[in-house]
């Protein structure tokens, strides 16, 4: 079993930027494909981005691609979102998600962190 944790989530004004982390617990961590989705309040969970398990490929959803950037490091079994030009529109939970490969559908993931909140204010 993976746990996750989310971290790095707060309240940010339009056009600013924030850095998101997901710890994972285990060192098979690299083991598995890693994602980052959102949930805004009244809305079903969207695809942020996702990175291979060599960190090799990278994916984005396209209302984020330019904008956010996903990374990792395998060493210190975390995944980055580095989500910068942030908009109102972007104000979510923000969760992180391992599984065996990347791809844009929640049903994919089999590991999922606990959330973290991210508001842009106009």
């Known amino acids: 079993q993976v746990q996750l944790v989310e971290s790095g989530g707060g309240l940010v004004q339009a056009g600013g930027s924030l850095r998101l982390s997901c710890a994972a617990s285990?060192?098979?961590?690299?083991?598995?494909?890693m994602g980052w989705f959102r949930q805004a309040s009244g809305k079903e969970r969207s695809f942020v981005a996702f990175?291979?398990?060599?960190?090799?490929?990278?994916y984005y959803g396209d209302s984020v691609k330019g904008r956010f950037t996903i990374s990792r490091d395998n060493a210190k079994n975390t995944v980055y979102l580095q989500m910068n030009s942030l908009s109102p529109e972007d104000t979510a939970v923000y969760y992180c998600?391992?599984?065996?490969?990347?791809?844009?559908?929640?049903?994919?993931?089999?590991?999922w962190g606990q959330g973290t909140q991210v508001t842009v204010s106009s």
């Open positions: 998600a391992a599984g065996l490969f990347g791809s844009r559908w929640p049903s994919d993931y089999r590991y």
């Open positions: 285990q060192r098979t961590f690299s083991s598995h494909a």
């Open positions: 990175i291979t398990r060599s960190g090799g490929d990278t």
